[in-house]
């Protein structure tokens, strides 16, 4: 990882403040939504707390990356509205700058990587209409902004930033202005704020009003493991690029947060702490909320939800945790099952060598099953062998402590196993 992050151009940089966060809320105010503050009594009875939800999944582009690009766009002069404007995004941040551009007339090029779901891409062309041109490329957000960015500084067109710059997360930040204003209207004092992190610019809108209007609510930003980009920068002293991330939070897989955004949250230590989820958590979590709330979460959507089951709030106390999208493409419900069975220590993958014996794969199924497993997969690693050989096992116990009892079998079967652990090349390669 590197760092170039300069503390003396910082200390020239122009940060929100709370009043700009005031000023955005009016000028998105009767076009973005204000949208429910919903109290979730399953979530209250697991911690204890009262478990507010900020249904950002509700609005029209169902993220509140509308926020940001719409304040952006609404403040450009008639010429730079002329020249158009220049954005890049996993999906959320895109369908808001096209909603924004097909709103107020003015033209968009939105660049997205190869991983944005159909779902996303699909959304954004039909919130922008005939005012955006689509473009796909990278296999990151990273590589798509970096294309975006030289376009722009290549032609007159605005950069539309999704996460740093001020604009974008003075916008960010009226969504709490919203919670604040709703939790008044019950009686309620924020004790925790929890907040899904990309790039930053969410949490940077936030912790710059809260810092200011409620300075002892503790703020809690929750990154997925795989791309925990401003835990990195936190820890390094500054911006830092990661290596290798996982994309599957899509909405929040970003190698580097920003600048701007690292020095509002460096500003704000005192009240922030930053936390990771596993993928395979936020997928769980996904499917809860499916099952339980009717919400259709997209992976970043349910960060923060996905923290609450390591966080300890005050008793009683009130606790917001921002649903940040719902944006999710039913297609991916497969591997998020998929995912959350790996999670939670359900489903196991294993090579079986079966010998050149008549019956091995009968005393497999006699000897090393329990009653409540079952094989959720079995194939054959050499297709010309059908009957003998090395095979590729899925198995799926009936409870994770079961684990145990099923490697012990295994070892006393006489036949030949190895277990596929997650993360190590085979198992990637194979499942």
């Known amino acids: 990882m590197d760092t170039v992050f300069n503390e003396d151009d910082a200390e020239k940089m122009v940060l929100p403040t709370a009043d700009d966060i005031a000023a955005a809320q009016e000028r998105i105010n009767g076009v973005v939504e204000r949208t429910p503050l919903q109290y979730s009594p399953r979530l209250s009875e697991l911690t204890g707390a009262k478990i507010f939800?900020?249904?950002?999944?509700?609005?029209?582009?169902?993220?509140?990356?509308?926020?940001?690009?719409?304040?952006?766009?609404?403040?450009?002069?008639d010429q730079e509205r002329k020249a158009?404007?220049?954005?890049?995004?996993?999906?959320?941040?895109?369908?808001?700058?096209?909603?924004?551009?097909?709103?107020?007339?003015?033209?968009?090029?939105?660049?997205?990587?190869?991983?944005?779901?159909?779902?996303?891409?699909?959304?954004i062309k039909f919130h922008g209409q005939d005012a955006v041109e689509l473009v796909v490329t990278g296999d990151s957000f990273d590589d798509a902004s970096a294309a975006a960015q030289q376009e722009a500084q290549e032609t007159a067109a605005t950069w539309v930033a999704p996460f740093d710059d001020p604009r974008t997360i003075a916008g960010q930040g009226t969504l709490v202005v919203e919670i604040l204003e709703q939790l008044a209207e019950i009686g309620e004092e924020p004790s925790m704020l929890v907040v899904p992190v990309g790039g930053g610019g969410l949490l940077s809108g936030v912790v710059t009003y809260m810092?200011?209007?409620?300075?002892?609510?503790?703020?809690?930003?929750?990154?997925?493991?795989?791309?925990?980009?401003?835990?990195?920068?936190?820890?390094?002293?500054g911006p830092v690029t990661l290596g290798e991330t996982d994309p599957f939070v899509d909405g929040a897989a970003v190698k580097r947060c920003g600048d701007v955004t690292y020095a509002v949250l460096d500003a704000h230590r005192d009240q922030l702490d930053m936390m990771t989820v596993s993928e395979g958590a936020v997928c769980t979590e996904m499917l809860e909320l499916y099952q339980n709330e009717?919400?259709?979460?997209?992976?970043?959507?349910?960060?923060?939800?996905?923290?609450?089951?390591?966080?300890?709030?005050?008793?009683?106390?009130?606790?917001?945790?921002?649903?940040?999208?719902?944006?999710?493409?039913?297609?991916?419900?497969?591997?998020?099952?998929?995912?959350?069975?790996?999670?939670?220590?359900?489903?196991?993958?294993?090579?079986?060598?079966?010998?050149?014996?008549?019956?091995?794969?009968?005393?497999?199924?006699?000897?090393?099953?329990?009653?409540d497993d079952d094989i959720t997969l079995f194939e054959y690693v050499k297709r010309n062998n059908r009957e003998t050989g090395e095979a590729l096992v899925g198995i799926q116990l009936g409870s994770a402590t079961g684990l145990h009892a099923l490697l012990h079998r295994m070892d006393h079967s006489g036949i030949e196993v190895e277990r596929l652990l997650p993360g190590t090349p085979a198992y990637e390669y194979l499942t």
Do not use: W
Request: charge should be positive; proline fraction near 5%.
């Open 53 to 77: 939800l900020k249904r950002e999944d509700l609005q029209g582009v169902r993220s509140y990356k509308i926020r940001g690009a719409y304040s952006v766009i609404a403040q450009l002069s």
């Open 84 to 123: 158009g404007v220049v954005a890049a995004s996993a999906g959320n941040h895109a369908q808001g700058v096209a909603y924004a551009c097909n709103h107020l007339g003015v033209k968009g090029r939105i660049y997205v990587p190869a991983n944005t779901p159909k779902q996303k891409r699909d959304r």
């Open 211 to 237: 810092s200011q209007e409620k300075p002892n609510t503790h703020i809690i930003g929750v990154e997925p493991a795989g791309a925990a980009s401003v835990a990195a920068a936190l820890d390094m002293g």
């Open 294 to 371: 009717g919400i259709i979460a997209e992976p970043a959507g349910a960060l923060s939800v996905t923290a609450l089951h390591h966080l300890r709030p005050v008793p009683g106390s009130a606790v917001v945790c921002i649903v940040s999208g719902g944006n999710n493409d039913v297609s991916r419900y497969s591997e998020i099952i998929e995912r959350s069975l790996v999670d939670q220590g359900l489903k196991h993958y294993f090579l079986v060598n079966f010998t050149q014996k008549p019956g091995q794969l009968r005393k497999f199924l006699d000897t090393v099953l329990g009653p």
